[in-house]
C-alpha cells in the first residue's frame, strides 16, 4: 500500500524558514518522480515543485524560484521542501505527490498517490 505523509507544517513569521518533509512507503524514490502542491484558503490547487526519479532535475514554479528547494533521501525514503524567505503568499496547505511522468511534472491530473498535506501559515 501507497502512502505519502507530510509533515513540518505550522506557524512562521514571514521573512523565516521551514522545512517540509514526506514519507514516502510503498514506493522506491529512485525510481518515482515527486511533486509538491499547495492550496491557498480559496484558491485551487497549484504546482510547487518536482524532482526526477534520478534527483539530477528539480523544477519549480516562478513564484517560488530561488526561494524554495526540493531535495529528497532515498535511504529515507524521504522527500523535502525547504522553504526560506517565506511570505502570506506561501500560507497553504502542502501536497506531496508521486507518480506523475516527468514531462507531465506540473500536472496534478497526472500524479497517482497523494499525502493529506500539510498546513503552513505565515504570519506577518
Known amino acids: 500500500q501507497v502512502q505519502l505523509v507530510e509533515s513540518g507544517g505550522g506557524l512562521v513569521q514571514a521573512g523565516g524558514s521551514l522545512r517540509l518533509s514526506c514519507a514516502v512507503s510503498?514506493?522506491?524514490?529512485?525510481?518515482?518522480?515527486i511533486g509538491w502542491f499547495r492550496q491557498a484558503p480559496g484558491k485551487e490547487r497549484e504546482f510547487v515543485a518536482a524532482i526526477i526519479s534520478t534527483g539530477t532535475s528539480t523544477y519549480y514554479a516562478d513564484v517560488v524560484k530561488g526561494r524554495l528547494t526540493i531535495s529528497k533521501d532515498n535511504a529515507r525514503n524521504t522527500v523535502y521542501l525547504q522553504m526560506n524567505i517565506v511570505n502570506g503568499d506561501d500560507t497553504a496547505v502542502y501536497y506531496c505527490?508521486?507518480?506523475?511522468?516527468?514531462?507531465?511534472?506540473?500536472?496534478?491530473?497526472?500524479?497517482?498517490?497523494w499525502g493529506r498535506g500539510t498546513q503552513v501559515t505565515v504570519s506577518s
Open positions: 510503498g514506493l522506491t524514490l529512485s525510481t518515482t518522480n
Open positions: 505527490s508521486a507518480g506523475a511522468p516527468w514531462v507531465l511534472r506540473t500536472l496534478q491530473s497526472t500524479y497517482r498517490y
